[in-house]
């Protein structure tokens, strides 16, 4: 927008005259009409003005005579891509963007919008079409079929494990590792606490309480450090976790020899949230295939999608079997409909598991496309002696899902520079905000890397993504790297 946002505004007590002249003078094709609070009242274009004096208003009028309009506004904190939804929904072009008093902060323009670099956006390759296709011709629309068994195996090939389940999301695949280890009311489960919510919200579902680990320097990724005095602790007060969930944050995989060492000295299973990881390596091994059950996401921003759907992988007959059996309403399996345990509706659909199969094809195109991403940014950024990006340990291969940095110098704020790099409509996020830090947690005990550090705040209060898509071009990570520079140089 060329305009600065104050010269858009227009108080009711104006005319016709003044308007058309306003519109005129700041070329955007819209004005704001507010009242003397700065509220928003509605939007004028040419066409309202003409409309009304089709109707017998004449130039000097005010704009009083205005019909009420309720106009379409979306909050400043709405990201581009929900932004074009609602336009598109509503056939328009521009959304005002409004606090919460209602005040306009702004005008989201399709043109701008359309510029815009995502975070993570889907990538189709050649096949999923094919695929889904098959499913309608054979008319499989339902949450079991042929691709979703194939997509099983081919996943269950690719990452070298027994088993596999496809579920309806990552959430969803957490959620069963918890039932089928036999986590219940009033059981403890750890969790990594730099991480996205969903890697804990199973454990609520299952009514059992969470407590919250660190990560260390080296991966980012669950402290070992903070994990042995956490389980210390809990041995002596003989509240051991039924379970420990561990976290391969933005793509790459935790030090696992420790954390199993220390967790199988206990004797309590590690279920692997590796949503963000798939794709990437431990030793050789593929992520997600460490601890006795792991799982894996495909919604929309993760390295393969079917648009939504999860999958868990175990080398654990029983667990699989018992999982896919709650997966389907825990039906048993004889001719009526029988059930002897609540089960859930989490099977994946053999429609998007179709999907799926056409992007398990192209997963290593997409790791390798991420990779590279990284690195241009590496290379374009080489100068800029304040970032330090995030380390790849030397344990293992990260699939980059995003580009993660954080900034040295402790007093830039992170969320300033969000705000204004998506001020040029470059979608970049803070790092994972800590879950012992969320409201819904603060009763949540949490043990830090160490006494008096605590990596994940350190990250959070430092940390940005930036896009990081296996379908940016080289020219958008060019625009993305110079925004961010400038906006450094800016602070
Ligand atoms: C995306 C994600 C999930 C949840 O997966 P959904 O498929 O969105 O339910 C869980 N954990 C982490 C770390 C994630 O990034």
Known sequence: ???????????????????????????????????????????????????????????????????????IVASYLDVPISLLAEMNRNGINHIVLVDSDYKPTGIALRGDIDKSILLSSPHMGDEEQNFVAQAFDTNWIAPVGPNVDAFEQELAGKVGSSYAVALSSGTAAIHLAL?????????????????????????????????????????WNMSSSALERALIDSSQKGMLPKAVIVVNLYGQSADFDKIIDLCDKYGV?????????????????????IGKIG??????????????GGMLVTNDESLAVKAKFLSTQAREPVGWYEHKEIGYNYRMSNILAGIGRG?????EDRVNARRAVFEQYQNLLHDCVQIEWMPEAKFGRSN?????????????????????????????????????????FSEVKYYKHEEGKSISDELFKSGLCLPSGSNLTQAQVKRVASVLRNTLESM
């Open 179 to 219: 039932r089928v280890l036999g986590v219940e009311r009033g059981d403890v489960v750890f969790c990594s606490t730099f991480t996205f919510v969903a890697s804990v919200n199973p454990i609520l579902y299952q009514g059992a309480t969470p407590l919250f680990i660190d990560s260390e320097p080296e991966s």
């Open 359 to 363: 992007q398990l094809k192209v997963l």
């Open 269 to 289: 299973p590690v279920v692997e949230d590796a949503a963000e990881s798939l794709g990437a390596t431990y030793k050789g091994r593929a992520s997600g295939t």
């Open 400 to 440: 980059r899902w995003l580009t993660a940095l954080s900034l040295k110098e402790s007093n830039i704020d992170v969320g300033s520079i969000v705000k204004a790099i998506s001020k040029e409509n470059i979608e970049v996020r803070q790092l994972w905000k800590p879950m012992h830090r969320q409201p819904v």
């Open 295 to 308: 799982i894996y996401s495909f919604n929309g921003n993760k390295i393969i999608t079917t648009s939504s």
């Open 1 to 71: 927008m060329k305009s600065k946002l104050n010269n858009l505004f227009v108080f009711q007590n104006r005319t016709i005259r003044d308007a058309l002249e306003a519109l005129n003078d700041t070329a955007e094709g819209i004005l704001l009409l507010i009242d003397y609070n700065g509220k928003l009242l509605r939007t004028v274009t040419d066409g309202d003005l003409r409309r009304l004096i089709l109707t017998g208003c004449s130039l000097v009028d005010t704009l009083e005579s205005l019909p009420e309009k309720k106009p």
